[in-house]
């Protein structure tokens, strides 16, 4: 069965630090990976997304990613985190062929000053 | 860009009214999907649709139905609201009918019914 897996449900990091999100996913077919955050009571916005071509997928406010096809990864990374990012993140899988987003349970983000 | 709007930022109903959620697109995409979100359990989906007057049960559809009579409007019912459907619903739209592509998202209604 598809699912995608975030180990972590909270975590604390200080202003300036880095950051990294763990994602795993189980899914038969070539992936389509996505990172969305989601700011409190809000929507979702997309960060970043993998399709093809370059492990290293590049987004939006600083943050890029990484698909690891060898250990079913799709990790988010950021060098500094900045107070605003505090949030909850969440990573999903998608493939062509298919019509629905499977979602991680999310990953919430408290930065301290 | 593209913007995903929901009816109500939030609501509050008793059990047993009938609830509608509305959800419009403005960028003429083919699929729109409604989700519930609760703490612990991610986004869960409860019904899609890939074209008009189409609609497709998700992972969630007990106690809800939905309806699309235009392309630009998907609409979220409970037929008879309980207290167990207290939850963040999320609307999101897509364009992609061949893959499972990147979905954009409405604001959210928090509903809470007492």
């Known amino acids: 069965a598809q699912s995608v897996t975030q180990p972590d449900i909270h975590i604390t990091v200080s202003e300036g630090a880095s950051l990294e999100l763990r994602c795993n996913y189980s899914?038969?077919?070539?992936?389509?990976l996505f990172w969305y955050v989601q700011s409190p009571g809000q929507g979702l916005q997309l960060l970043l997304k993998?399709?093809?071509?370059?492990?290293l997928v590049q987004g939006i406010k600083g943050f890029e990613a990484e698909f690891k096809r060898s250990q079913s990864s799709f990790n988010l990374r950021k060098p500094s985190v900045h107070w605003s990012d505090a949030a909850e993140y969440f990573c999903?899988?998608?493939?062509?062929?298919?019509?629905?987003?499977?979602f991680g349970t999310g990953t919430r983000l408290q930065v301290f000053p | 860009d593209v913007k995903v709007t929901q009816s109500s930022r939030y609501l509050v109903k008793r059990t047993g009214e009938k609830v509608f959620l509305e959800c419009v697109q403005d960028?003429?995409?083919?699929?729109m999907f409604w989700y519930r979100q609760d703490p612990g359990l991610g986004l869960r989906l409860i019904y899609f649709s890939y074209d008009v007057k189409m609609k497709e049960k998700g992972d969630i559809p007990e106690g809800y139905s939905v309806s699309r009579e235009k392309k630009e409007r998907f609409s979220l019912i409970l037929e008879s609201a309980s207290t167990n459907q207290t939850s963040m619903y999320l609307c999101?739209?897509?364009?992609?009918?061949?893959?499972?592509?990147?979905?954009?998202f409405g604001p959210g209604t928090r509903l809470t019914v007492l």
């Open positions: 999101a739209s897509s364009s992609n009918k061949l893959a499972a592509d990147t979905q954009y």
């Open positions: 899914y038969g077919a070539t992936p389509y």
């Open positions: 993998y399709f093809s071509g370059d492990t």
């Open positions: 960028m003429d995409h083919e699929n």
């Open positions: 999903a899988v998608g493939a062509y062929n298919t019509d629905k987003l499977i």
